[in-house]
């Protein structure tokens, strides 16, 4: 496609609830980007791959997120028994490779509501 | 944690005027990055400045980075409605990105 694709765009559930979401890059882009934006605490790096391994994992809060990517394409992004501080706006990006100087790509987001 | 502060974290201006923001960071950096992004949607990339570089253009906007104060300004020269967004500076370091909390921008027609 032309640009990044995330589902789904608008995500609510209940607390306790386990959620995936879903990551398209664009073709061709071999390092993909998790990050959440939320009120509380901004944009933070969540996850990147490169190919299919995950070089950088620091960001996942708490073990219950995971993260994987099959293909080298599509990335899906899990959180297990949800919470309510887990309400965010979750972004994806894509870039060409990993590394400085490469420009990310990013989706327009999945609003997650934990309620 | 962040890693870049913005400042202000709002501006008001009126068409045609300039926006300057500015942002300050703590750690090394490998380049320093520029993003916008409209309500409700994703962030889009406006301009990437390296670490070895002190100034940079892309039409109209402008960006100076001083590694010495670890700080950045991001200028919009005539600026106008389209431009109402929120502003977040990004530094890059080992592939991801840490943003500042960001600037929200609104130009009154």
């Known amino acids: 496609g032309a640009g990044v694709s995330q589902s789904p765009s608008n995500k609510v559930t209940e607390k306790g609830k386990d959620v995936e979401l879903r990551c398209d890059p664009i073709?061709?882009?071999?390092?993909l980007y998790w990050y959440r934006q939320s009120l509380g605490q901004g944009l933070e790096f969540l996850i990147y791959?490169?190919?299919?391994?995950?070089?950088?994992k620091s960001g996942l809060p708490s073990d219950r997120f995971s993260a994987e990517r099959t293909g080298g394409s599509v990335s899906t992004l899990t959180i297990q028994r949800t919470q309510q501080e887990d309400s965010a706006v979750y972004l994806c990006?894509?870039?060409?490779?990993?590394?400085?100087?490469?420009?990310?790509?990013f989706g327009p987001g999945t609003r997650l509501t934990v309620l | 944690s962040q890693q870049g502060e913005e400042d202000p974290q709002a501006l008001s201006i009126q068409e045609g005027e300039n926006a300057t923001m500015n942002c300050s960071y703590k750690?090394?950096?490998?380049?320093l990055q520029w993003y916008r992004q409209n309500s409700g949607r994703g962030l889009v990339h406006l301009i990437l400045?390296?670490?070895?570089?002190r100034e940079k253009h892309s039409g109209r906007l402008r960006v100076t980075l001083d590694t010495s104060k670890k700080s950045s300004s991001l200028l919009i020269t005539a600026s106008r409605a389209a431009d109402t967004a929120s502003y977040f500076c990004?530094?890059?370091?080992?592939?991801?990105?840490?943003f500042g909390k960001g600037i929200t921008l609104s130009v009154r027609p």
């Open positions: 073709s061709g882009h071999t390092a």
């Open positions: 990004a530094t890059d370091a080992n592939s991801k990105l840490t």
């Open positions: 400045i390296r670490s070895n570089e």
């Open positions: 791959f490169q190919g299919n391994s995950a070089p950088d």
């Open positions: 990006a894509s870039s060409r490779t990993s590394g400085t100087l490469n420009e990310q790509f």
């Open positions: 750690t090394s950096i490998n380049n």
